[in-house]
């Protein structure tokens, strides 16, 4: 693992992009990267050396793991590490997409609303409301509606997710927007259009993406949560939540049928907000230098 | 017998560059002492080392930054650089007392200012046990306190909570909080600078008398001049982590026996001193020839810009008028119970062509928002601003706003948050001139160097960001922006009031240069009250929103009409009774 875990992390050459410099200086986030990109390429590359995910084989059900299935069969004799691998490519996919969608609709929408006061008050308003709706009803209420399909999801978690971006965006621009520099731009004879393009969005980005690695994490629980109640990709195509559906029922005879896919979808979340949370003191002086206090105490208590 | 010996102090930070551990020393080998009962002020400016000396004397420094202290700092003959972390808590507060530079970020929002006190009264070290009595003691001790500060209403004072009470209330109860256990000495680290002039001065006396009855101790940091001559008795003066002079208030201030003490001192502002034709600035060249021996002590370090005696033609630069503007925030709504504020009333004003007017006054004066209404970043809410063939009503700015820009431009305050601190210097210059004018490629190029030349900054700055300038570099940056569309008015809102003495005056001077040299009219903004009045042509004072005098300096300085004005004048700490008026300081 150690060669691949290396492989994956630029380790020189590129000093000059922050980036790189930042994953150098921060194991942790090396490592929690290094980790997660062994797990998509592991996702991507695996498939064809594997056997067929939805080929069953009454036979031979509900085996343990060994040698032949490494993690074991399950109710139809399916391979459970072929259903795993496969069902992350849909699980760890579908979740990225629904990040970026979040993403670009929320960042859209919390830059707008940050910076024209106007739109803010209409904006910000409808946001509220739509936090204060369950979460999991609206989504579910959406997919009913619609038909569950991997469309639906993509677009009810989208839904779902863009007023969290759009918030954390806002606030941040509404702290960019009050300095001086924003003035100055103005009286540059800037359009506030192009202000909102040159100096707010370069300003927030680095936040945003730092939101960005949070929020995949809760989309992937997400939609582990709606894969499992059914409302998520229909069952034969494997997903994390619906293995995890179709195994409750044999939780006795074969917990790893369960257990497998939980591990995973646990793996990803931890390993998203560890490379979130790191990078927030990468991207955040007022992180870092709490971050650097509490190392300080801590050393200090220490001798 | 001094109180507080500091001997061969030597303080820095660790940093952790690239695996190994690097020191970087903030102070060098400093010595010094105080006496019970007097004032030591310790003078310098920023990155002089004064604070980190001051905060090292109560080790605060630890908490924040991996710091190593070497030397000895010795209160009352106990060396506090060997105490453990329990002992030291028993100096803090109890013996050493403390007051920061901004009283609202030091009393916590969430208790009333009552409790505060209670709570800082610790008499023999630790805090007070023994219920009820110690309590009382406490209570009527704090009582006491807040009327010896000043705040007589004292009951109504405790169950205040500290956003409910002004600066000047603020700062009062910090030195009541710092006096509650009867410190031996009393650090002061910038008390007053973030207050207006005229509280400032009742702050000062107050300090001074409560010194003086308690016959504490006092370290007072500053980098005022002005401020350390009325209040100190012994000044000591600092320069890049290094004692530089030591001494007598009136020896220090009158004949001043280093180069740099010597050089600070003229570079203060004065009242009756004109520097219309150029500030006195520190040359950092020979002041380093001097302190390294190579140019005899006598030798001055200053320089003093000389203007060309020919002031460019005003040409084509319109006159500026103000009529009867008024500016409102906020309006009377039934949801919020919020009555509306005139930050402005009613406040008209002529600038002619070419000419340097001064506005001065303290915060909340309305001088900020009248400059952003000129600059048109603000629309009045009554009256009209006319510049030339553009006009600023209610309606807002009538006519081509790129038009307006290309002649009317606005300084900021802050240098560090007015550059995007993501664009290179030659981004933020050229940024004006892509919006502005048709320059494009190579001649945009051209003239972003022209402007780097001509603001002073070396040429390698073109491509750095803000974050690698020093504050008086971003100030020039910022200045190139403006003026980089040749504007024919520039407001400039507090430009120098975020920098040292020394680079105030180099920013003054390039702004007078550029007025000489482009003829500019000039709208500033400031609170420094001997800044405007040696440098500007004419000047109006603020206060309350209104315009309550316009007068030339002179008029201003010696024959005003106005209470207030008086009264600014009377509060302004200024050198002149200590320095011969004419440049250099007697000796």
Request: include cysteine; proline fraction near 6%.
């Amino acid at each position: 693992m150690t060669p691949t875990a290396q492989m994956s992390v630029p380790v020189s050459g590129r000093a000059a992009s922050p980036l790189a410099r930042a994953l150098r200086r921060n194991r942790l986030l090396s490592a929690a990267t290094a980790l997660l990109v062994l797990i998509v390429l592991a996702v991507v590359i695996l498939p064809p050396f594997l056997p067929d995910a939805n080929a069953t084989d009454p036979v031979h059900r509900l085996l343990p793991p060994s040698a032949d299935h490494l993690l074991g069969t399950d109710s139809y004799g399916r391979d459970v590490f072929s259903r795993l691998v496969s069902g992350g490519r849909t699980s760890l996919g579908l979740s990225a997409l629904i990040t970026v969608c979040a993403a670009f609709t929320g960042m859209v929408i919390g830059l707008v609303s940050g910076f024209y006061r106007a739109v803010d008050a209409v904006v910000m308003r409808i946001m509220d409301a739509w936090m204060s709706f369950p979460a999991i009803i609206l989504a579910m209420a959406l997919a009913i509606g619609l038909g569950a399909s991997i469309w639906t999801e993509l677009i009810a978690l989208t839904v779902l997710f863009t007023p969290f971006t759009a918030r954390v965006i806002r606030s941040r621009v509404l702290s960019v927007a009050a300095r001086q520099y924003i003035g100055a731009a103005r009286v540059s004879g800037m359009r506030p259009a192009k202000i909102l393009v040159v100096h707010v969005l370069p300003n927030v980005l680095p936040l945003a993406l730092v939101q960005v690695v949070i929020l995949s994490a809760s989309a992937m629980l997400v939609d582990g949560a709606m894969s499992f109640l059914g409302m998520g990709i229909a069952p034969p195509t494997p997903t994390w939540g619906n293995m995890i559906a179709e195994g409750r029922s044999y939780l006795v005879q074969a917990p790893w049928l369960i257990v497998v896919p939980g591990l995973a979808i646990m793996a990803c979340v931890l390993l998203l907000n560890l490379i979130g949370s790191s990078m927030r003191d990468v991207v955040d002086p007022r992180a870092r230098a709490l971050g650097d206090l509490q190392r300080l105490r801590a050393r200090g208590a220490a001798r | 017998m001094s109180l507080l010996n500091l001997t061969d102090v030597t303080i820095g930070v660790t940093q952790d560059t690239a695996g190994h551990e690097e020191r970087l020393d903030l102070v060098h080998g400093l010595t010094l002492d105080v006496v019970a009962g007097q004032t030591l002020c310790v003078v310098g400016e920023s990155g002089s080392g004064k604070t980190v000396t001051a905060l090292s004397v109560v080790r605060l420094l630890e908490f924040v930054a991996p710091v190593y202290t070497e030397g000895e700092i010795a209160v009352g003959g106990v060396d506090v650089t060997r105490l453990g972390a329990e002992q030291m808590r028993a100096y803090r507060g109890a013996r050493i007392g403390m007051i920061f530079q901004e009283a609202l970020d030091s009393l916590n929002p969430a208790q009333r200012v009552g409790a505060q006190l209670l709570e800082a009264y610790r008499p023999d070290g630790v805090p007070a046990r023994g219920g009820l009595k110690a309590r009382r003691a406490a209570e009527a001790k704090a009582k006491a306190l807040l009327a010896e500060v000043g705040l007589t209403d004292t009951a109504r004072i405790m169950a205040l909570y500290p956003h409910q009470m002004s600066g000047g209330m603020q700062q009062r109860v910090m030195i009541a909080m710092a006096l509650m256990s009867d410190p031996d000495i009393l650090i002061a680290d910038e008390p007053t600078t973030a207050l207006d002039v005229t509280t400032q001065a009742e702050i000062l006396a107050l300090f001074q008398r409560v010194q003086r009855e308690h016959r504490t101790a006092c370290v007072f940091i500053t980098h005022d001049m002005g401020v350390a001559a009325e209040i100190a008795d012994r000044i000591a003066v600092m320069y890049r982590g290094r004692l530089v002079e030591i001494g007598d208030k009136l020896d220090i201030l009158t004949a001043p026996r280093h180069p740099y003490t010597r050089a600070l001192l003229e570079c203060v502002p004065r009242l009756g001193v004109s520097r219309r034709e150029g500030f006195p600035t520190i040359s950092e060249a020979r002041l380093r020839a001097v302190t390294e021996g190579t140019a005899g002590r006598d030798e001055p370090v200053t320089e003093t810009l000389r203007l060309p005696d020919a002031p460019a033609p005003v040409g084509d630069t319109p006159p500026l008028g103000i009529d009867r503007v008024t500016k409102v925030y906020g309006r009377r709504s039934r949801l919020a119970r919020r009555s509306p504020v005139r930050a402005v009333n009613e406040v008209s004003l002529e600038i002619a062509p070419g000419e340097f007017f001064g506005l001065v006054g303290e915060s909340g004066s309305g001088k900020t928002t009248l400059g952003r209404m000129v600059a048109a970043l603000e629309t009045p809410t009554s009256g009209r601003i006319a510049f030339g063939e553009h006009q600023i009503t209610p309606a807002g700015l009538s006519g081509d706003e790129r038009a307006f820009r290309r002649q009317a431009q606005l300084v900021f305050q802050d240098p560090q948050s007015s550059l995007d601190p993501r664009h290179t210097v030659a981004r933020i210059i050229a940024e004006p001139l892509r919006e502005l004018t048709p320059l494009r490629g190579g001649e945009l190029d051209r003239r972003v160097a022209e402007l780097i030349d001509e603001v002073g900054l070396p040429a390698g700055c073109a491509d750095r960001l803000p974050a690698q300038l020093s504050g008086g570099q971003r100030q020039r940056v910022s200045i190139a922006r403006a003026v980089a569309a040749r504007p024919r008015l520039i407001v400039a809102d507090e430009p120098t009031s975020a920098l040292d003495v020394s680079v105030q005056g180099q920013v003054m001077n390039l702004l007078l240069q550029l007025r000489r040299s482009h003829g500019i009219s000039f709208l500033f903004i400031t609170h420094n009250l001997s800044l405007v009045l040696s440098v500007a042509d004419r000047v109006g004072v603020m206060y309350g929103g209104e315009l309550i005098e316009t007068g030339t300096p002179h008029e201003i300085a010696t024959s005003s009409a106005h209470d207030y004005t008086r009264r600014l004048l009377a509060a302004n700490p200024d050198l002149s009774a200590y320095i011969g008026r004419h440049g250099h300081p007697s000796r």
